[in-house]
Each structure stands twice: as C-alpha cells, then as structure tokens.
C-alpha cells in the first residue's frame, strides 16, 4: 500500500492515485516508521518529566528555592499549556511534521539555556522556553495518531507507546537520581546533567523524526494564524495563575489580586470575542463546544488537577517525608506509572474488541477519587506500601480517563479539526495540571510551618522530639547541624535561657530557706549557751542590791551625824555672834590702845627691830650651846670608850670652837638686849616703851574687859566646836557602812558589766558562726533538692545537666505541657523557623528532630490530598451525567481523503 500523495499547494490527488482511494492510506511498514519517530518525540517528553521530577528538590535546595518550585514547574505548563492549542492549529494548516520538528529544536534550545540558571527565578525563565517546545510534543503524537489510525485500531499500537512511557519511568528516576545526587560531572553540576541529557535525546528524537515521520497532508486553502487569540489565551491564563502562586502572600482580596483577576477576566472576555470573529481560523473554534466536547474539556481540566497535583507532590513525599534519594525517589513513583499502563492497556484492549468506551469515564474518575481518598489517611507511620498502593489505584483510574477522554475530544470534532480537538483536549488537561501545580503547591508551602508547630501538640512526639533537640549530643552531631540551626536552636536556646533563670530563682529560694533555718538553729544554740552569762548578770544585781541595802543603812547613819554636825554649828554659830559681840568692845579698847601705840611707834619700830635682831641673836646662842652640849657628851663618850692614853677623839677638839661659837652668841645677844631695854626702859632723855605702855594701861583695861567677853564666847564656839567633832566622828563612823555598801554596789556593778558584754558578743557570735555553716547548708540543701528533682550542681547553682537523660527528660517533662497549651492556643512563642526554600537540613538528621517537620508536611500533603479528593468525586458526579459520543470506524487522515476526494470530484462535475 501506499500514501495518497498531494499536489503542492493544492491538495488534489493525480487520476492514477484515484484508483487507489479505497485502500487505506498508509500500509503497516509505513505506520510503523511514523510511530518510530513518535515514540522518540514522546520519549523525550517523558524522560523530561520524570527525570526533573526527580531532581527538582535537590535543584530547588541547591538554588535555595523549594519553595518557589510552583513558578518553575508553572512556568513550563504556562507555555506548554498556551502553545498546546496553537500547534493543533499550525499543524492543521501546515502540516504535522514540520512543527513537531520546530518543537523539538526549541524544547532543546530550553534545556540548554536551564543548565545554565543561578536561581529558581531565572529557571523558571528558561523553563518557560522549553515549556514552548515541550507543548508541540504533548499535543502533536495525539494528532498524528488520530490521522493516521481510527480509534479502534489504536490499541494494536499502544503498547509500543507505553513501553515508551514505561522506558521513561524506569529510566528517567535512575538518570535524575545519578544526576541529582553526583555533586558534579565532568565539572559540572551533577542536577544540570537533567537538562543537559536532552540534548542527545533530543538529537535522536529530531533525526528519527526527520527519518521516518512522513504523513500526507491536506491544505485547507489560505492560511490564518490566531495570533490575537494565542495572546489573550496567555493573558487570561497567567494573572490567575499568578495569584494561585502568590496569592498567600499578596492576599486575596489584595489590589494585585484584584488587578490579575481583572486582567484575566477581561483577556478572556476578549479570547471569547476574538475566537467568535476569526471563526474557523481561530486557535480554540468556538464551533468545536458543543456539549459533548464541553464536558470532555470539563473532565479534562478536573482530571489534569488531580494528575499534576499528585505527580508534583508525590515525588516530595518520598523524599522529605519517607527519606527516599532522588533514584528511589523516581523508582517509588513507579506503581502510578505502571497503574496507568495497565489501566490503558486493558482499557484500549476493551475499546479495540467492543468499540465502547462510555463506562470509563465513570470507573476511571471513581478509582481515581478512591486512590485520593486513600492518600487522605497517609501518614509517614503508615510508610512507601500504603502510598504504593494509592499511587497503584490513582494510577489504574487516570490510566482510564486520559485516553478516552482524548478519544471523546476527537470524536466530538470533525475531521478536519483533528489537530484543534486533540491539542484542545491536552490544553485543558494541562490548564486543570497548571492551575492543581500552582494551588496546590501553594498550599502546600502555605500551609507547611504552622503545621509544622502544630505537630508539637502531640504529648508523646513533642517529648520525644524535644528530648532529641536538647541532648548535646545529638544537637553537636554533625548530622544534625542543618536541622538544628534550620528549627531547633532557637527553640532550644530560648529554652535554656529560661530554665537557667528559673534555676536561678529556685536556688535563691533554697538559699535563702536554708539561710533562716541556719539562723534560727544556730541563734537557739547561741542563746541557750547565754544563759551563763545571764546568770553572771542575775548575781551581780543581786550584790548590786545587797550592796545598795548596806550604801543605805550607812547613809542613814551619816545622816544621823550629819545632824548631830548641825546641831553643834548651831551652837558655834551662837557663840560666834556673842563673840562677835565682844569683839566690838575689844574693838574700842583696841582703838584706846592704837592711839598710845601710834605715839610709841617710832620706839617701838626701832625696839621691835633690835628684839627681833635678839631673838635671832638668842636663837644663835642656843644652838651654840646644843653643839656644845652634844660635843660634849660625844667627847665624853668617845674618851671612855677609847680609854687612856688613846687618841683625844674628834668630837673633844671641837669643844674649843663650839665655846668660842658659844662666847660670840651671848656677845652678840647682849649687844641686842642691851639696845632693846633702852628703848624700853628710855635712856637719858627719851622716854621708853615702858613710859608709854603705862599711858596705855587705860586703853589696854578696857580691851581686857573686851577679851572677858570674847574669851565667854569663845568658849561657847568651843562648846559648838566640840558637838560639831562629836557629830563628825558618828557621821565618820557610820560613814564606813556607807563605804561598804558601795564596794558591795560597785562589784555588783561590774558583774553586771561582765555578763551585759557577754550578752552583746551574742549576737556577733551567731552572725559568725551562721557565715561559716552557710556554704555547707547551702550545699547539702542543693544536692538534696537537685536529688529530688533530678537537677544538677553547678558553682553553687542549681542547673540541668542536659547530657544526663533523667535530668533532661524531667525538665522536658515539665515544658511539653506548656508548650503544647501555647501551640492550641496559637500563642506559641517559640514558632518553628521552618525553611521550605531548602529542606537539606533534613538529609541524614535524626528522625527525632525531622519528626515534626514530616507530620507537618504530611498534614500539609493530606490536605492537598483532600482537595485532590474532592475534585475527582466532582469529575466522577459529571461522568454519571456524561454520554460520550460514538467513535469513528476510520481515521481522521482517511476521512479528510475522502472529503478531498469528494470536493474534487464535485469541482470535476
């Protein structure tokens, strides 16, 4: 058999090809060589997807934006989405080949440009390229394969498609694994090999296209490319794609919000407007929506969501969460991979032999629903056997729903729009994967740190975990360093901060209880040993009082003889007034005897002269003759005792001048008593003293009458004098009772003194001996609470030993209740810094530390699931409704044949 051939330009068989125009178009040999070429553009599109979705977390730590790997993965289905619908366009007016062949050069041209990003941002940019090219690989094999084989014969040759799809999912895990784990590779980045290995493959793809994929291909007249269109397609899909991505972070009722979902709502509002004007030549026909196709694109949109969203997540679950490496990271996704090829197979083997297709929808989107629904109750405990059977289920229903709903996309359509359906059906399969990529991953990530804190609720994980985090020597493992500074040390060291300041009070309050008891111990001790010196005391006032009681008896008794003193001043000071009296008559004579005296005067001045000059003399006279006299009696002495004819002693020579010191004294005396009684007794005409004594005879009786009275009262002084004495004598007398009572109040005193400073060293004493027992005390008290309480000692400070297990779990024991209140009641202060840029922290930690992370990232991933879950059950809820329509019995090429054909011969009639 062979290919009908056209005319260039315009489409009309030669009169020999006519006869041939019942045979079909193209033989087995010639289908399989375009199938060749098919199967080396799918698997280059494949091994894409499953070799970056294997390395896309490592990219991602590597650039330091996990958690931007939405915009990555978006950017690719932006564009592959955009340009899906395009090429089914441009390959309907210019035929298959040559843009399968332009969207393999530029799909290579991406990978080049993205094994040379620096950021997630500027791979998303490259991204975006190779998402241009990877949309002709995704739509145009559907396409060719519509043209070229009738529904009923396409599963002769699904098998060699899916041992493509096979290939790729055994061998695009191992590739992306090797290369995302190597560091480096030839030089370069291990994970840039993901990009770099499609230039070889792309290489073969591109040449067994050029070989082998020839189709004929049937002008439509004048060629109109819906440029219009395939832009505000672009600018209605992107906003809103931009505010699933961001819309966690901008808001959603942010003004940016507001402007994307005003830019989108309007580009659509003009994509509708346009398609209607351009008609037949539009990118997407309005003509092409009527019910049947409708819900086909409907289903295709709920079926994309699910299946992207599972395939983005899915692969991040097993290495964060199982702690797969990339390689078997790749090889645990492969029970999905494998439920879709058997689901396909045995669904193309159904439709092959019965031509009915109508039940699948329905099966596939209810086994689909079921396999989310089981992922809903993943949790990392569970491990890889429960997810291996969710994928295996999710896999079996997309298995069913994404071939047949193609099959009811190119049914619903003419022939003519092959390429519009089947790209179409792809569109929106990859708008519902591009808008499940964005909001799912943007829950995802969203969602990720207060989960992540929220996991800490769990008594038992939260003690365990906590346990890990403060054990020295987990948190200095090397290992652990990563997750340590990424979640746990600022926890850990806030921690700490205030267990040391609790500590800290605590052992202030054991000090200062062990202070008191110290002093009131030592304060009892020191008081009773005291009591001696209170004693001390009691006996000194006891003497103090006796010897008071005897101070008064004395008292008393001089009091009595200070009576008796007074009662002889009393009589002194009588005869002192009598004698005070007399005195005055005496005071009269004397003044009688001045005036004789005063005539006396200068005789009795001379007189008194040589009487004292002969009292001196006289003087000298007697002690003249003292000498004499005892010289005398020494002579004598020593002249007897020397006896005869001895020496004459000293004493006996003196007497010679002891008598001539006698002869001078009497001389001189009686010179002196001769000059005296001359002027007494007068001498020739000048009268004595004697002459005037005589005339003063008269004034001295007067005075001696005078001196009768003084004498009476003097006598009377006497008598007073003499009482005055007898009183004096018994005040002195009883006065030594006095004396003695005093002694006896003074030694009393000074016991009290001694035992008064007895007392006052009491209190020096016990603050001594409290500063010296303190430490100890102290000490003792620390050790038995830090017993008790299982703490440690530390410089006198209670403190945790956080290496001791016992100790650490006890203070863990005491902060997991609080810490869990703060997490429910969202008032945690002691949030998780959770990274979700770059999760390397987590590779090779403990499983103690990561633990909150993955039960977070399970709940996130759960909740994703849920969202998954209920998309499929709204996808099943439409297919109860849905009648697909019936399949052709040739393929879309010979149905064009034949209406070429048709047109020519009608032009000939």
Same mark, same amino acid.
């Given at each position: 058999?062979? @290919?009908?051939?056209?005319?260039?330009?315009?489409?009309?068989?030669?009169?020999?090809?006519?006869?041939?125009?019942?045979?079909?178009?193209?033989?087995?040999?010639?289908?399989?060589?375009?199938?060749?070429?098919?199967?080396?553009?799918?698997?280059? *599109?494949?091994?894409?997807?499953?070799?970056?979705?294997?390395?896309?977390?490592?990219?991602?730590?590597?650039?330091?934006?996990?958690?931007?790997?939405?915009?990555?993965?978006?950017?690719?289905?932006?564009?592959?989405?955009? +340009?899906?619908?395009?090429?089914?366009?441009?390959?309907?007016?210019?035929?298959?080949?040559?843009?399968?062949?332009?969207?393999?050069?530029?799909?290579?041209?991406?990978?080049?440009?993205?094994?040379?990003?620096?950021?997630?941002?500027?791979?998303?940019?490259?991204?975006?390229?190779?998402?241009?090219?990877?949309?002709?690989?995704? !739509?145009?094999?559907?396409?060719?394969?519509?043209?070229?084989?009738?529904?009923?014969?396409?599963?002769?040759?699904?098998?060699?498609?899916?041992?493509?799809?096979?290939?790729?999912?055994?061998?695009?895990?191992?590739?992306?694994?090797?290369?995302?784990?190597?560091?480096?590779?030839?030089?370069?980045?291990?994970?840039?090999?993901?990009?770099?290995?499609?230039?070889?493959?792309?290489?073969?793809?591109?040449?067994?296209?050029?070989?082998?994929?020839?189709?004929?291909?049937?002008?439509?007249?004048?060629?109109?490319?819906?440029?219009?269109?395939?832009?505000?397609?672009? %600018?209605?899909?992107?906003?809103?794609?931009?505010?699933?991505?961001?819309?966690?972070?901008?808001?959603? %009722?942010?003004?940016? *919000? =507001?402007?994307?979902?005003?830019?989108?709502?309007? !580009?659509?509002?003009?994509?509708?407007?346009?398609?209607?004007?351009?008609?037949?030549?539009?990118?997407?026909?309005?003509?092409?929506?009527?019910?049947?196709?409708?819900?086909?694109?409907?289903?295709?949109?709920?079926?994309?969501?699910?299946?992207?969203?599972?395939?983005?997540?899915?692969?991040?679950?097993?290495?964060?969460?199982?702690?797969?490496?990339?390689?078997?990271?790749?090889?645990?996704?492969?029970?999905?991979?494998?439920?879709?090829?058997?689901?396909?197979?045995?669904?193309?083997?159904?439709?092959?032999?019965?031509?009915?297709?109508?039940?699948?929808?329905?099966?596939?989107?209810?086994? +689909? &629903?079921?396999?989310?629904?089981?992922?809903?109750?993943?949790?990392?405990?569970?491990?890889?056997?429960?997810?291996?059977? @969710?994928?295996?289920?999710?896999?079996?229903?997309?298995?069913?729903?994404?071939?047949?709903?193609?099959?009811?996309?190119?049914?619903?359509?003419?022939?003519?729009?092959?390429?519009?359906?089947?790209?179409?059906?792809?569109?929106?399969?990859?708008?519902?994967?591009?808008?499940?990529?964005?909001?799912? =991953?943007?829950?995802?990530?969203?969602?990720?740190?207060?989960?992540? +804190?929220?996991?800490?609720?769990?008594?038992?994980?939260?003690?365990?975990?906590? /346990?890990?985090?403060?054990?020295? @020597?987990?948190?200095?493992?090397?290992?652990?360093?990563?997750?340590?500074?990424?979640?746990? %040390?600022?926890?850990? /060291?806030?921690?700490?901060?205030?267990?040391?300041?609790?500590?800290?009070?605590?052992?202030?309050?054991?000090?200062?209880?062990?202070? &008191?008891?110290?002093?009131?111990?030592? *304060?009892?001790?020191?008081?009773?040993?005291?009591?001696?010196?209170? $004693?001390?005391?009691?006996?000194?006032?006891?003497?103090?009082?006796?010897?008071?009681?005897? =101070?008064?008896?004395?008292?008393?008794?001089?009091?009595?003889?200070?009576?008796?003193?007074?009662?002889?001043?009393? $009589?002194?000071?009588?005869?002192?007034?009598?004698?005070?009296?007399?005195?005055?008559?005496?005071?009269?004579?004397?003044?009688?005897?001045?005036?004789?005296?005063?005539?006396?005067?200068?005789?009795?001045?001379?007189?008194?002269?040589? @009487?004292?000059?002969?009292?001196?003399?006289?003087?000298?006279?007697?002690?003249?003759?003292?000498?004499?006299?005892?010289?005398?009696?020494?002579?004598?002495?020593?002249?007897?005792?020397?006896?005869?004819?001895?020496? %004459?002693?000293?004493?006996?020579?003196?007497?010679?001048?002891?008598?001539?010191?006698?002869?001078?004294?009497?001389?001189?005396?009686?010179?002196?008593?001769?000059?005296?009684?001359?002027?007494?007794?007068?001498?020739?005409?000048?009268?004595?003293?004697?002459?005037?004594?005589?005339?003063?005879?008269?004034?001295?009786?007067?005075?001696?009458?005078?001196?009768?009275?003084?004498?009476?009262?003097?006598?009377?002084?006497?008598?007073?004098?003499?009482?005055?004495?007898?009183?004096?004598?018994?005040?002195?007398?009883?006065?030594?009772?006095?004396?003695?009572?005093?002694?006896?109040?003074?030694?009393?005193?000074?016991?009290?003194?001694?035992?008064?400073?007895?007392?006052?060293?009491?209190?020096?004493?016990?603050?001594?001996?409290?500063?010296?027992?303190?430490?100890?005390?102290?000490?003792?008290?620390?050790?038995?609470?830090?017993?008790?309480?299982?703490?440690?000692?530390?410089?006198?400070?209670?403190?945790?030993?956080?290496?001791?297990?016992?100790?650490?779990?006890?203070?863990?024991?005491?902060?997991?209740?609080?810490?869990?209140?703060?997490?429910?009641?969202?008032?945690?202060?002691?949030?998780?810094?959770?990274?979700?840029?770059? +999760?390397?922290?987590?590779?090779?930690?403990?499983?103690?530390?990561?633990?909150?992370?993955?039960?977070?990232?399970?709940?996130?991933?759960?909740?994703?699931?849920?969202?998954?879950?209920?998309?499929?059950?709204?996808?099943?809820?439409?297919?109860?409704?849905?009648?697909?329509?019936?399949?052709?019995?040739? *393929?879309?090429?010979?149905?064009?044949?034949?209406?070429?054909?048709?047109?020519?011969?009608?032009?000939?009639?």
């Amino acid at each position: 058999m062979t @290919a009908v051939a056209t005319q260039a330009g315009s489409g009309v068989e030669s009169d020999g090809e006519r006869s041939a125009a019942s045979a079909p178009l193209m033989d087995h040999r010639q289908i399989m060589l375009v199938i060749y070429g098919l199967m080396a553009a799918m698997f280059l *599109s494949s091994m894409e997807q499953t070799v970056f979705g294997t390395a896309i977390r490592t990219i991602g730590d590597d650039l330091h934006g996990l958690d931007q790997q939405a915009w990555v993965t978006t950017a690719y289905l932006i564009t592959s989405t955009v +340009t899906t619908p395009l090429y089914g366009k441009l390959s309907d007016l210019f035929g298959r080949r040559p843009l399968i062949i332009l969207s393999i050069s530029i799909f290579i041209a991406g990978s080049v440009l993205s094994s040379f990003s620096t950021s997630m941002l500027m791979l998303a940019g490259f991204r975006a390229v190779q998402g241009i090219g990877a949309g002709g690989l995704m !739509s145009l094999p559907l396409a060719i394969m519509g043209d070229i084989l009738a529904p009923r014969e396409r599963a002769k040759y699904q098998g060699f498609f899916l041992a493509i799809f096979g290939v790729a999912a055994v061998v695009g895990p191992l590739v992306g694994g090797v290369f995302a784990s190597a560091p480096s590779i030839l030089g370069i980045d291990g994970w840039r090999w993901v990009f770099l290995i499609n230039i070889p493959i792309g290489a073969l793809a591109l040449g067994a296209v050029m070989a082998f994929l020839h189709i004929p291909h049937f002008a439509q007249g004048r060629a109109r490319i819906d440029w219009w269109g395939a832009t505000l397609a672009t %600018t209605s899909l992107v906003p809103l794609l931009l505010v699933a991505e961001q819309g966690r972070e901008w808001g959603w %009722t942010s003004p940016l *919000s =507001l402007a994307c979902y005003g830019v989108g709502a309007a !580009s659509l509002v003009g994509f509708i407007l346009v398609e209607r004007a351009l008609g037949p030549d539009a990118i997407l026909p309005l003509r092409l929506f009527n019910q049947k196709f409708s819900l086909a694109v409907v289903l295709s949109v709920l079926v994309g969501f699910g299946m992207f969203g599972a395939m983005m997540t899915i692969p991040l679950y097993l290495q964060i969460v199982l702690g797969f490496n990339p390689t078997q990271s790749g090889f645990g996704s492969l029970p999905m991979m494998l439920g879709v090829m058997i689901a396909s197979v045995v669904t193309g083997q159904v439709v092959a032999r019965t031509g009915k297709y109508g039940v699948f929808p329905i099966s596939g989107s209810a086994t +689909t &629903a079921a396999g989310f629904g089981i992922l809903t109750f993943m949790t990392p405990e569970r491990g890889y056997p429960f997810l291996a059977l @969710a994928m295996a289920v999710i896999g079996l229903g997309l298995g069913q729903l994404m071939q047949t709903l193609t099959l009811a996309a190119q049914a619903a359509t003419p022939a003519q729009d092959m390429g519009v359906a089947s790209s179409s059906a792809t569109f929106f399969r990859q708008i519902g994967g591009t808008l499940g990529t964005a909001i799912m =991953l943007s829950m995802l990530f969203g969602s990720l740190p207060g989960n992540v +804190t929220l996991a800490m609720s769990d008594v038992d994980k939260a003690t365990v975990t906590l /346990d890990a985090a403060l054990d020295p @020597a987990v948190a200095s493992a090397p290992q652990n360093q990563g997750v340590m500074d990424a979640m746990w %040390t600022p926890i850990t /060291d806030k921690i700490k901060s205030e267990v040391d300041t609790k500590m800290a009070d605590a052992t202030q309050q054991v000090k200062d209880q062990v202070d &008191a008891k110290v002093r009131e111990e030592v *304060s009892k001790a020191a008081h009773e040993a005291a009591a001696t010196g209170a $004693g001390q005391l009691a006996d000194g006032a006891g003497q103090l009082t006796s010897g008071l009681g005897k =101070l008064s008896t004395g008292t008393g008794a001089f009091v009595d003889g200070v009576g008796q003193i007074g009662t002889g001043a009393s $009589g002194l000071a009588t005869g002192t007034s009598k004698l005070a009296s007399a005195s005055g008559q005496l005071a009269d004579g004397a003044g009688q005897l001045s005036s004789g005296l005063k005539k006396l005067s200068g005789a009795t001045q001379t007189a008194a002269g040589t @009487a004292k000059d002969a009292t001196t003399e006289f003087a000298t006279l007697q002690q003249a003759m003292t000498t004499l006299a005892t010289d005398q009696k020494t002579c004598a002495a020593d002249t007897a005792a020397a006896g005869e004819g001895a020496a %004459t002693p000293a004493a006996c020579a003196q007497l010679t001048s002891d008598q001539s010191a006698v002869s001078a004294a009497m001389k001189a005396l009686g010179t002196s008593v001769y000059t005296t009684s001359g002027y007494l007794n007068g001498s020739g005409e000048q009268t004595g003293i004697a002459s005037g004594m005589t005339q003063l005879s008269g004034g001295a009786d007067q005075l001696a009458a005078g001196t009768t009275q003084v004498s009476a009262g003097m006598g009377q002084v006497a008598d007073g004098a003499g009482k005055l004495a007898t009183g004096a004598t018994t005040a002195a007398e009883k006065g030594s009772a006095l004396t003695t009572g005093v002694e006896g109040a003074a030694s009393g005193s000074a016991k009290i003194g001694e035992g008064a400073t007895q007392l006052s060293q009491v209190e020096q004493t016990i603050n001594d001996k409290v500063a010296e027992l303190i430490p100890e005390a102290e000490q003792k008290a620390l050790e038995t609470v830090a017993s008790e309480q299982h703490l440690s000692v530390r410089d006198g400070q209670l403190a945790v030993d956080y290496a001791d297990p016992v100790q650490r779990r006890a203070i863990v024991d005491q902060l997991v209740p609080t810490l869990i209140d703060q997490v429910k009641n969202g008032t945690s202060d002691t949030q998780m810094n959770v990274s979700t840029s770059d +999760t390397s922290f987590l590779n090779g930690a403990d499983a103690r530390l990561t633990a909150p992370f993955m039960t977070g990232f399970n709940t996130s991933v759960v909740t994703i699931y849920w969202v998954g879950f209920g998309v499929m059950l709204a996808a099943f809820a439409i297919t109860l409704f849905y009648r697909v329509p019936p399949l052709r019995t040739r *393929s879309a090429l010979e149905e064009k044949n034949e209406l070429a054909l048709a047109e020519q011969e009608g032009a000939e009639v």
